[in-house]
């Protein structure tokens, strides 16, 4: 599975961007897809996750009633609106899948296998 994250850029605090992941590959099996983040100094956390097909989905506290996660199985995209971004919220973000029939939602970075290249998100105040 490879993947390609894209949408990041410069915003002002308050401001939404919605960040777009472009999966290809093994993709009929299903798989669990994330989106982490890390800042300059920080380790990699989560930020949400979503299941293949049921639209089970885990927020990070940090984001959770800003951030949503979605995605189009049809066209293989996964999707991370995130509205009210604050300068915390300045970060590489990544998106990354589980192996190919790990369908659930994964809440760890352990849980997933393949990884984008990232899209920087700046956020200034």
């Known amino acids: 599975v490879q993947l390609q994250a894209s949408g990041g850029g410069l915003v002002q605090a308050g401001a939404s961007l919605r960040l777009s992941c472009a999966t290809s590959g093994r993709t009929y099996d299903g798989y669990g897809v994330g989106w982490f983040r890390q800042a300059p100094g920080k380790e990699r956390g989560i930020v949400a996750a979503?299941?293949?097909?049921?639209?089970?989905?885990y927020y990070a506290d940090s984001v959770n009633g800003r951030f949503t996660i979605s995605r189009d199985n049809a066209k293989n995209m996964v999707y991370l609106q995130m509205n009210s971004l604050k300068p915390e919220d300045t970060a590489t973000y990544y998106c990354a899948a589980r192996r190919p029939g790990r369908t659930a939602v994964g809440q760890q970075s352990s849980d997933y296998h393949f990884w984008g290249q990232g899209t920087l998100v700046t956020v200034s105040s």
């Open positions: 979503i299941s293949w097909s049921i639209g089970d989905t």
